[in-house]
């Protein structure tokens, strides 16, 4: 397993934040996509989801269901790939339900720094959704 930590100094003080890595291959990976590419991107996604979390749940709008999900952060994957003048990578969640949720992290260049700008539904319980961003 890879972690990646990172530290955010708040008006209360220091906060520490630890993400793992899974080192298994959950999802699609590109080899190429290696050193300092690959660490900005994970971290870009791990920044994401630290900035939008609020009492310890990501909120996602899953516009097949019209619903908001209440998401609980269970993993990050180690898989990068690049899907059109995206990078892609994802984490596992669990929703409010009790569903197993795949999010997909849309990660883009920007004057010189990666921005994850979006987060997606990838999948729930295993059930995977098409979106073609190589069609943008």
Not at 21 to 26: I, K, L
Not at 36 to 52: G, P, T
Not at 113 to 130: C, D, F, M, P, Y
Request: proline fraction near 1%.
């Amino acid at each position: 397993m890879k972690s990646l930590v990172f530290i955010k100094i708040t008006s209360m003080g220091l906060l520490l934040a630890a993400f793992t890595f899974s080192g298994v291959a959950y999802s699609a990976n590109d080899p190429s996509i290696k050193g300092d590419l690959r660490r900005n991107v994970q971290q870009s996604m791990a920044d994401f989801i630290y900035v939008q979390t609020i009492n310890e749940h990501l909120y996602v709008y899953d516009a097949v269901k019209g619903k908001l999900l209440q998401l609980t952060l269970v993993e990050l994957h180690s898989g990068i790939v690049n899907k059109g003048d995206f990078y892609v990578s994802c984490a596992d969640f669990i929703d409010q339900d009790g569903n197993q949720v795949d999010i997909d992290f849309m990660v883009r260049q920007s004057n010189n720094r990666l921005l994850t700008t979006q987060a997606l539904v990838h999948s729930i319980n295993g059930k995977k959704r098409e979106y073609h961003l190589e069609k943008l």
